[in-house]
């Protein structure tokens, strides 16, 4: 069984729920703001309605206002969503030691090897999904012990990454396999990456 995500939107359709919920409110996001939020929402609706919620919040918003508010402060958005992200780090950061623990004394700790890969590539690749291939041929270079990994087992790591993640109860799960390509699909996951440097992220890998 795979993981199906039902919470991808377009960015049209993300930017018309602001603009909807800021017309019932009476407020106006800026235009700067309103692209930060929605390429933050990392195509969730469920992220976008967070980030919307603890902005107004910020802001004292609680009802329709009585005159027309304009939100234009991108510092305090921006702060807001590194709030977001430090909520959520200790939950992954949690469910990223349990991935790399694997299944009872997984041979090579190929799992943690599998986040090890997944963390250290680039945003762009782990939203289109990482290829097997590539994933292969990355831990022969890199693996201590390359000269004995099979692709069988790799194969097997890979096919078990949902059978895993049920048993170890990881909720919301990190990945899902379809056979062809590794993808992340815990959105928060995805959120907390971009919110690292390039060298932020490279350490975070370092420590799997």
């Known amino acids: 069984m795979h993981y199906i995500n039902c919470t991808e939107w377009t960015h049209e359709e993300l930017a018309a729920v602001v603009i909807k919920g800021a ?10 703001i309103l692209e930060f939020i929605v390429k933050n929402s990392m195509d969730n609706i469920g992220i976008l309605q967070r980030i919307c919620h603890k902005t107004c919040e910020y802001f004292g918003v609680f009802e329709s206002q009585s005159h027309s508010l304009v939100i234009q402060d991108i510092q305090a958005v921006q702060n807001i969503v590194q709030e977001i992200v430090e909520e959520e780090k200790d939950r992954l950061d949690e469910n990223f030691s ?4 694997g299944l009872n004394q997984s041979k090579h700790e190929l799992y943690r090897w599998i986040l090890k890969y997944i963390l250290s590539s680039s945003l762009e690749d782990i939203s289109a999904g990482l290829h097997k291939r590539t994933f292969i041929k990355w831990i022969h270079e890199n693996h ?11 194969d097997t790591a890979l096919n078990k990454i949902v059978h895993l993640q049920n048993r170890k109860n990881i909720r919301p799960p990190l990945f899902d396999y379809s056979g062809q ?16 440097t390039a060298e932020e992220q490279q350490e975070l890998a370092g420590i799997y």
């Open 23 to 32: 017309k019932i409110l009476n407020i106006i996001w800026g235009q700067e």
């Open 144 to 154: 201590p012990e390359n000269g004995r990994l099979q692709n069988t087992s790799l």
């Open 98 to 101: 349990t991935f790399s623990e």
């Open 181 to 196: 390509k590794i993808m992340v699909v815990d959105d928060y996951l995805l959120l907390y990456l971009k919110s690292l």
